[in-house]
């Protein structure tokens, strides 16, 4: 129970911040499955028009570790770690 204005302030802060890092976590986490899915579906069938959509969503798993590390929501080193494997796994695809 809050005893004061600022004290409320932080609640309320605190909350709105712990939704914002468990949608980037969250999101995050899934679009690296979907992403991986697409690997597995290229690595079966090596299709050119499916390098191309693992591509795509590998741009959009990068834009959003980085606006997650951009918020603090992940540190630097996680979300560059995070890109690297992610990266190193199309490379090997």
């Known amino acids: 129970m809050a005893n004061n204005a600022s004290a409320e302030k932080r609640i309320l802060i605190n909350e709105r911040n712990r939704l914002q890092n468990r949608f980037y976590k969250s ?10 899915k697409d ?4 690595k079966i069938s090596r299709n050119p028009s499916d390098k191309e959509k693992a591509k795509n969503r590998l741009s959009l798993v990068y834009s959003l570790i ?28």
């Open 27 to 36: 999101s995050v986490r899934t679009l690296t499955k979907l992403y991986l």
């Open 39 to 42: 690997l597995e579906v290229y």
């Open 66 to 93: 980085d606006k997650g590390s951009k918020r603090n929501v992940f540190h630097k080193n996680t979300a560059a770690r995070k890109k690297s494997k992610l990266a190193s796994q199309l490379k090997i695809a």
